[in-house]
């Protein structure tokens, strides 16, 4: 689902940019190889690194020079195969084509946070930002951009625009925070709990239940399903184009 949604996103940019057939095979089968990369990772370094590799008790490895630097593995693959055991980076046996897989994922990555970062200036007068079109803006924002499924105008946005900076609430389409990731835990004897993350690693969950009680558990004993809310939203990110990013900004900034 993830993968398709992620290919015909990428798609629609080679039609847009009018490449050619075999560039877009390109793009789908390295697509494809980040998709295998992006399993590898979330099992194997997810709970250090982050799910998304932004780092958790483990570096940010978006941000990381190494990683910018390598290429088809040739630094991060000594890395994972030799660890840095003293500074709690433990050494993986992979193979040559899920290390590749691996860095495939996140150069990918890496080149997601560029592009966003790019589209967002960062010092700059409210006209300057706003070059888009607010009548598209809620067009997008009501139909085609899906934001309603989660947002409304009315209710969580009503008068966004008044609560943030023009250039925060800019930045907050792109990277929005502070939303907590719903746990469900079924224990051994079938009984299931629910409620907000409160913390989890790999060897611990617990939640915060909606009574206000917050439970434990050693993830060994345990079966754990975790929900981020924002998954969603940054899946749709890699969606947009440029003019839907401007035209959603210039929508938002009238919710005063
Ligand atoms: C148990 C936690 C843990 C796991 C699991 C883990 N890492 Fe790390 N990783 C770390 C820590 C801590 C560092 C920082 C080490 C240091 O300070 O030099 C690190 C460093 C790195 C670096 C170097 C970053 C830099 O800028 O120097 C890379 C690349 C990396 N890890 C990739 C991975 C990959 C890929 C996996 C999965 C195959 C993985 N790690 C699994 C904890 C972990
Ligand atoms: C599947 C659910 C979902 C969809 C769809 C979605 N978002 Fe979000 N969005 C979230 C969540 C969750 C947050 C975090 C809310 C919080 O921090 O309280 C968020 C936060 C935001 C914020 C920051 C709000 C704040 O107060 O910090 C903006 C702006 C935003 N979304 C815009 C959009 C736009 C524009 C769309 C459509 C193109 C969209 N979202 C689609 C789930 C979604």
Redesign the pocket.
Known sequence: MLRRALCLGLLSVCIALGQDPDAIRETQANASGADAGKRQFQQTCGFCHGPDARGASGPDLIRSPLVSRDQNGNLIGPVIRNGRPEKGMPAFQLSDAEIRNIADFLHAEAKVAASVAQRIPSEYPLEKLLVGNAGDGKA??DGA???T???SAAGDFAH?AS?YKPFD?QT??AF????KSNVTVTDASGKMFEGEETYADEFFVSLRDKNGHVFSWSRQSVKVQIRD??R??ER?LKT?TDKNVHD?FAY?ETLK
Do not use: D, V
Not at 176 to 179: C, F, I, K, M, V
């Open positions: 997008f924002f951009g899906h934001c499924a989660c947002h966004i609560k609430l907050r389409i929005p925070s502070g939303a809310p924002l969603e939203h749709l947009y959603l938002l």
